[in-house]
């Protein structure tokens, strides 16, 4: 199986923040990332998809990049409703996996 | 507008199965995948497998295979997830998600699903 390894687990941050989120890939998986946003008791909602390719309706502060092992998830200002968790899912190979996810909080 | 309805909360005991419905509206259901992913309480997101309504062909996580059974109804343009022998660690929500650009786009409301004896 893919591993998925996120970082940061957690993120402390405040309004108007940059920040950056990392996904690395036990191996290369070319650009076969989504981004997911998940706040409490709600289901996720696919940010990117494609690796750098941004969901219709999602605000253009959000930003992905990286192909092969190495990708990062960009909030370029962080607003109110970011506050959430944000995981990486390959679908290179199965089974498809998530990684840990990172809890974005405010500061 | 796409949207995924599934049926509600179930609370079973150990060994039994389970079997939560998604119903697919707005879109021709054929067309894409239809996946399931689960997460415990407090817990990350796994994924289960996936089936090709059109066919009826699935791909399963190889932890999941054996134990869990996807299907669908064209007819009725829903599609089923089954888990049997079912353990304390299966407690979570279930969602089912359709595919699009290769990965889980439009998400049901997820159905919680309660092992207990």
């Known amino acids: 199986d893919i591993q998925m390894t996120q970082s940061p687990s957690s993120l402390s941050a405040s309004v108007g923040d940059r920040v950056t989120i990392t996904c690395r890939a036990s191996q290369g998986i070319r650009n076969d990332l989504g981004w997911y946003q998940q706040k409490p008791g709600k289901a996720p909602k696919r940010l990117i998809y494609?690796?750098?390719s941004l969901q219709s309706g999602v605000p253009s502060r959000f930003g992905g990049s990286g192909s092969g092992t190495e990708f990062t998830l960009t909030i370029s200002s962080l607003q109110p409703e970011d506050f959430a968790t944000y995981y990486c899912?390959?679908?290179?190979?199965?089974?498809?996996?998530f990684g840990q996810g990172t809890k974005l909080e405010i500061k | 507008q796409v949207q995924l309805v599934q049926s509600g909360a179930e609370v079973k005991k150990p060994g039994a199965s389970v079997k939560v419905s998604c119903k697919a509206s707005?879109?021709?259901?054929?067309?894409?995948?239809m996946h399931w992913v689960r997460q415990a309480p407090g817990q990350g997101l796994e994924w289960l497998g996936r089936?090709?309504?059109?066919?009826?062909?699935?791909d399963y996580a190889q932890k999941f295979q054996g134990r869990v059974t996807l299907t669908s109804d064209t007819s009725i343009s829903t599609a089923y997830m089954e888990v049997s022998s079912l353990r304390s660690d299966d407690t979570a929500v279930y969602y089912c998600a359709t595919q699009d650009f290769g990965s889980p786009d439009y998400w049901g409301q997820g159905a919680l699903v309660t092992v207990s004896s």
């Open positions: 494609a690796a750098s």
């Open positions: 089936v090709n309504p059109n066919s009826g062909a699935t």
């Open positions: 707005g879109y021709t259901f054929t067309y894409y995948y």
């Open positions: 899912l390959q679908h290179n190979s199965f089974p498809y996996t």
